[in-house]
């Protein structure tokens, strides 16, 4: 069966600290890969999917990027963080695309100070 | 553009009557209609999705949906509430794309 994992599962971070978070996938080849954040336990945002290693699709202009080193690893990523980068972030995968059911990660909870 | 909608921030229920979550959508050809429930500071599970055929859908934890076309609706539905059902719900609709597009959640509060 399928697993997703992410960590950390939460991280205080400074304003201007860099930021990595990794996302992994077990039991599945070649998933789309997206990258989420949740503001105020509210609306999901998209932020970044994958659908190849080194594909990346880019939603919202913003201070972050996201890389795909690896067919199952997904990586979210910031050179300096802002006090607005503050959120639930979720990893989520799936076999394909817009018909395929996308299944989550547990999240990072990322508080910047 | 698609788009979803779900129109009640907050609906309560008693423990044991049947409980909806509203959801309506908008999207550029056959929609792709999904519901997730998310406890706190965890990540979004699965309940059930609509791709074609029967409009009713059934999925986990007794949780069922019905796809209106008509009414471009696909609420949630249990038909006996359980405490443990109080989370966030969260309605989804994707076309052939990569997106899903995500409502605004509605917070279920099932009370003892």
């Known amino acids: 069966s399928q697993t997703i994992h992410q960590w950390p599962a939460t991280l205080v971070q400074p304003v201007g600290s860099p930021l990595s978070l990794e996302c992994t996938v077990e039991?599945?080849?070649?998933?789309?890969l997206y990258w989420y954040r949740q503001a105020a336990g509210r609306g999901l945002q998209l932020l970044f999917y994958?659908?190849?290693?080194?594909?990346i699709s880019s939603e919202v202009p913003q201070n972050l990027s996201a890389s795909r080193p690896q067919d199952r690893q997904f990586i979210l990523s910031s050179k300096k963080l802002l006090l607005s980068d503050s959120g639930f972030y979720l990893c989520?995968?799936?076999?394909?695309?817009?018909?395929?059911?996308?299944?989550f990660g547990p999240g990072t909870r990322l508080t910047v100070l | 553009a698609q788009s979803v909608a779900q129109p009640e921030d907050q609906v309560n229920v008693a423990e044991g009557n049947p409980l909806t979550v509203k959801c309506t959508y908008s999207?550029?050809?056959?929609?792709?209609l999904f519901w997730y429930v998310q406890y706190p500071n965890r990540g979004l599970q699965f309940l059930l999705k609509?791709?074609?055929?029967?409009?009713l859908v059934k999925g986990s934890y007794g949780f069922e949906a019905e796809f209106n076309k008509s009414q471009t609706s696909f609420h949630l539905k249990k038909p006996s509430a359980l405490v443990s059902d109080s989370a966030l719900y969260f309605c989804?609709?994707?076309?052939?794309?990569?997106?899903?597009?995500f409502g605004t959640g509605t917070s279920l509060t099932v009370i003892p």
């Open positions: 989520a995968w799936s076999l394909g695309g817009g018909t395929d059911t996308q299944y």
């Open positions: 039991g599945t080849s070649n998933p789309n």
């Open positions: 994958s659908v190849g290693i080194g594909q």
């Open positions: 999207v550029s050809g056959n929609p792709y």
């Open positions: 609509y791709i074609t055929g029967d409009n």
């Open positions: 989804a609709v994707s076309n052939t794309g990569n997106q899903f597009y």
